[in-house]
C-alpha cells in the first residue's frame, strides 16, 4: 500500500461499486490535440474521493504552479495536481476519473495507489485516453489507436519498442494486475497539437462510450467538431502554404488509404447529448430507475435501453 494516496474519507465507510475509470491525465507525449482535458472537463468537477500528494510526485521546475496576478497582487495559486473524481454519466452511472498533470515522480508507487483505488471500488475497465501527432490532414475522418495488456485492436503483427507516458504505464501495471485496460488515442494532425481539436476528443469518448457502455456527457464537443473545418479554413485558409500543407496530406492520406492498425469510431453511435439536455435526461432516468428493480452490471453488460 502505498503513502502518496490519501482519501478524502474512509472509503470502507461509504463502499461504492464502480466498474469504469479513465485516465484523463494532460501532458507527455500522447497529449496532442487537449483530448484528455476536454473530456474530463466534459464530466464537470464531480465529487473528489483521493489525491496523491503534489510535493512527492511533481518536479515544480518541470511543472510549475500557477499563479493568478490582479492589478500586480498576487491573488491565487494553484499547484499541480493528481486527483481522483466520483462523477455521473448523463444517465447517472457513476464513473471513476483520473485527471491532472502527467506526474514526474514515483511512477510505480503511483500506479499502486491507483491499484489500490481500483480494488477498492471494484474496477473492471481501464481508459486511458489523448492523442498522437500524425501527419494526417484535419479533412479527413478521425481514426483511433487502440491498445491495451497484451492485446490490440485490431489485431497487428508489427513489433516495436517505445517509450510511453503515465497513461500507458498505468495500461500496463493495471493490466497486469487483471484489469481489463485500453489505450484509446486518436490521430491529431501535427498542426493542431496545441489546440483544442474536438473531433478527435468526440471520436475517444464515443469509443469509449461504446465499449463501456456508458453515456458520456460530451454533446458540445461534437458539436464543436460539427464546425470544427469551418473554423480551422477560416483562421489558416488564406495562408496558401497551409493549403498546400493540406493538399499534400490529404494526397498521401488518399493514396495509401486507412491506416490498419487504426480503426474508424462506429458511425452509427447515437448522438451524444448536449449540457443543456443533460439536467432534463438525468431527472428522466433517475425517476424512472426508482420504479424498477436493481439491474446486473459487469464488464459485458449493457443496458437494455441502448
Request: charged share 25%; aromatic share 8%; with cysteine.
Amino acid at each position: 500500500m502505498t503513502d502518496l494516496l490519501e482519501f478524502t474519507s474512509d472509503p470502507d465507510e461509504t463502499p461504492q461499486q464502480i466498474s469504469t475509470l479513465i485516465c484523463a491525465v494532460g501532458g507527455g507525449p500522447f497529449d496532442a490535440g487537449g483530448i484528455a482535458g476536454s473530456i474530463a472537463q466534459a464530466f464537470g468537477e464531480g465529487d473528489l474521493v483521493a489525491s496523491f500528494d503534489p510535493d512527492r510526485i511533481f518536479d515544480f521546475r518541470s511543472e510549475r504552479p500557477m499563479i493568478t496576478f490582479e492589478n500586480g497582487a498576487m491573488t491565487r495559486m494553484v499547484d499541480p495536481r493528481l486527483d481522483v473524481f466520483v462523477v455521473e454519466d448523463i444517465e447517472g452511472e457513476k464513473l471513476l476519473v483520473l485527471r491532472g498533470n502527467e506526474p514526474d515522480l514515483r511512477w510505480h508507487s503511483l500506479a499502486e495507489g491507483v491499484l489500490q483505488l481500483a480494488t477498492q471500488f471494484g474496477v473492471e475497465k481501464f481508459y486511458a485516453i489523448g492523442g498522437l501527432p500524425s501527419g494526417i490532414p484535419h479533412t479527413r475522418p478521425v481514426d483511433l489507436l487502440i491498445r491495451g495488456y497484451r492485446r490490440t485492436y485490431p489485431e497487428q503483427d508489427a513489433t516495436y519498442i517505445q517509450s510511453v507516458n503515465f497513461s500507458e504505464f498505468l495500461v500496463y501495471t493495471l493490466g497486469a494486475s487483471g484489469i481489463d485496460t485500453s489505450s484509446v488515442l486518436a490521430r491529431v494532425p501535427f498542426y493542431l497539437v496545441n489546440n483544442i481539436y474536438a473531433s478527435a476528443a468526440g471520436a475517444v469518448a464515443a469509443f469509449v462510450a461504446d465499449d463501456s457502455g456508458l453515456a458520456l456527457p460530451v454533446g458540445d464537443l461534437e458539436r464543436v467538431a460539427q464546425t470544427e473545418t469551418d473554423q480551422i479554413e477560416a483562421i489558416y485558409g488564406a495562408q496558401e502554404d497551409f493549403r498546400s500543407l493540406v493538399s499534400s496530406l490529404e494526397e498521401d492520406y488518399d493514396t495509401e488509404g486507412p491506416n490498419s492498425g487504426f480503426v474508424l469510431p462506429n458511425d452509427e453511435l447515437p448522438e451524444i447529448p448536449t449540457a443543456d439536455e443533460i439536467g432534463e435526461a438525468a431527472e428522466k432516468y433517475l425517476a424512472r430507475r426508482a420504479d424498477q428493480p436493481k439491474r446486473k452490471r459487469g464488464r459485458h453488460v449493457r443496458r437494455d435501453d441502448d
